[in-house]
């Protein structure tokens, strides 16, 4: 019983999984979960990275917030 759910977990399930990250990125993949399990509003908030800023030298600064 076991191995058939992990089976079915690799072989389905992670492939899904892979293609929506390739193809919505992180934050559709995570409206996508969301409206899956029947939520309308977004549990997580959108995930942003921001490159931290330089000084003139090149060395990186501490991220204001």
């Given amino acids: 019983m076991t191995e058939t759910i992990v089976l079915i977990l690799g072989l389905v399930v992670a492939p899904i999984a892979a293609l929506a990250l390739l193809t919505w990125g992180l934050n559709g993949t995570v409206w996508l979960l969301d409206r899956f399990a029947g939520r309308r509003e ?3 908030r959108t995930v942003r990275w921001r490159a931290p800023e ?3 030298g090149g060395a990186a600064e501490s991220l204001s917030r």
């Fill in 42 to 44: 977004p549990v997580a």
């Fill in 54 to 56: 330089t000084g003139p």
